[in-house]
């Protein structure tokens, strides 16, 4: 059987603040539309930041990687989409495509992995049992 | 016997992601180099927000009032002044001027004022021991 | 006749990054805030800042008054209201309220004032006529 | 001939409003470091953003790796190393270092890749001229 795709979109509106002096997107907020869109996919399938620290964890942020194709301006308005990546063990793989949503042009690809790590900080090799769970739900278990 | 004038300068180069697409410092910025001040103050005096916190106190903002003199542009030098204000009670008031360190020309004059709250965020009327006694030391207990 | 009243309210889903370490928003985080409710009532009301540069004209910020009335934390859903305040001159004023969606509590009033000067930075004491105009077809030309 | 080594060390104090709701440095904010380390190293070697911009070039974001190897806290400082890599071509490459000053711990590596544009946003596939000789001054002209 099939893995389970799971995905949502988030569409995000340029701030003023965010573009740089020449009226372009600055290199570094793209960083927290990514994760605009993370919390939205959270909330979406029950994986929310507060739900992670509340079962005993972190999920620091590991390694992410960005590669950027259109620069994006001053009130436009991005569709910020995120995928799970099923991946084994203690590690949260997420993939991101963001597009301008007016003529849908690619501005932007990355992907995130983070790490468990115990709330004092400690990291946490084995898959935490409630993410573990959450896999099994999700039908999203990396064989 | 006058009042001891407690106050510190910090010494902020504008990051090229802090000015928008006029090349000018984003107004909000200002209040990240007022926070940067009152940082520099804290360790320099001993009211350090962990100092805060571990009395049993959180700081939160009250009233900030901004008067933007003239715009700083990318690469600018400014040179951040903090200067206590002493009140009585519960109250923690800081009056800031920033200025540009080439030509000393003025950007912006500033008010803060902060009241202190128990952690779990009420508010406390009576001006707390830890900052009474901080007062006494530092010679600036208003009449 | 009365003036009109312009106003327009944009829902703001507070970030993950936008919380401090008491996980309530960083105070400077409502000036991004206010500066989206201003972009939003540009494009309703034909002031976009794209509008204003076109005329010939920057709007700086002048002056900004900040009040805090209870703290918000992440994934608080806050309603930015920005109200056109009529004055006369060469003066853009605007009040904000801020309020928390889930029990309508204020969270924030603020009120900002922007003056107009030429792309070049030079003030300009008398009212640019693109605002002059503005305010006639919106019926807010203050007396 | 050995290629020169460009480097540069840049000292950050982790600002208050840059942590998260567990003190820890907000994973967005190292790329703001980053670009202080940038900043620095092209006034250090005559390659700062307004040398190209006034060559007629943009230089954007088109490639950016972090990695994460330990957690920073607020009063940290951070010694941001920045180190020119040559490459052929209409490249600029950097890699980047981050430990904390108090016991030289690493805290993050990075690598970021821009591309020359015109200043209307086309790509130039050519080493631009201005480069060129820079990269010859600097020693630094990969074979």
Same mark, same amino acid.
């Given at each position: $059987?099939?893995?389970?795709?799971?995905? #949502? /979109?988030? %569409? *995000?509106? +340029?701030? @003023?603040?965010? +573009?740089?002096?020449? %009226? $372009?997107?600055?290199?570094?907020?793209? +960083? /927290?539309?990514?994760?605009?869109?993370?919390?939205? @996919?959270?909330?979406?399938?029950?994986? #929310?930041? $507060?739900?992670?620290?509340?079962?005993?964890?972190?999920?620091?942020? @590991?390694?992410?990687?960005?590669?950027?194709?259109? $620069?994006? =301006? *001053?009130?436009?308005?991005?569709? *910020?989409?995120? /995928?799970?990546?099923?991946?084994?063990?203690?590690?949260?793989?997420?993939?991101?495509?963001?597009?301008?949503?007016?003529? !849908?042009?690619?501005?932007? /690809?990355? =992907? =995130?992995?983070?790490?468990? =790590?115990?709330?004092?900080?400690?990291?946490?090799?084995?898959?935490?049992? &409630? &993410? #573990?769970?959450?896999? %099994?739900? !999700?039908? +999203?278990?990396?064989?």
């Amino acid at each position: $059987m099939a893995l389970q795709s799971l995905t #949502e /979109t988030v %569409r *995000v509106q +340029v701030r @003023f603040s965010e +573009v740089d002096s020449i %009226r $372009m997107v600055w290199h570094g907020n793209y +960083v /927290t539309y990514m994760e605009d869109a993370r919390e939205a @996919f959270g909330r979406k399938f029950g994986l #929310e930041y $507060m739900h992670i620290f509340e079962s005993g964890y972190l999920a620091p942020m @590991f390694d992410m990687q960005l590669r950027y194709k259109q $620069m994006a =301006t *001053v009130d436009d308005i991005l569709l *910020v989409t995120i /995928t799970y990546r099923p991946a084994r063990g203690s590690k949260l793989i997420f993939d991101y495509e963001i597009r301008r949503e007016s003529d !849908n042009a690619l501005i932007l /690809t990355a =992907t =995130t992995t983070q790490l468990f =790590t115990t709330r004092a900080g400690e990291f946490e090799p084995s898959c935490p049992s &409630f &993410f #573990e769970e959450w896999k %099994r739900e !999700n039908n +999203v278990l990396a064989i």
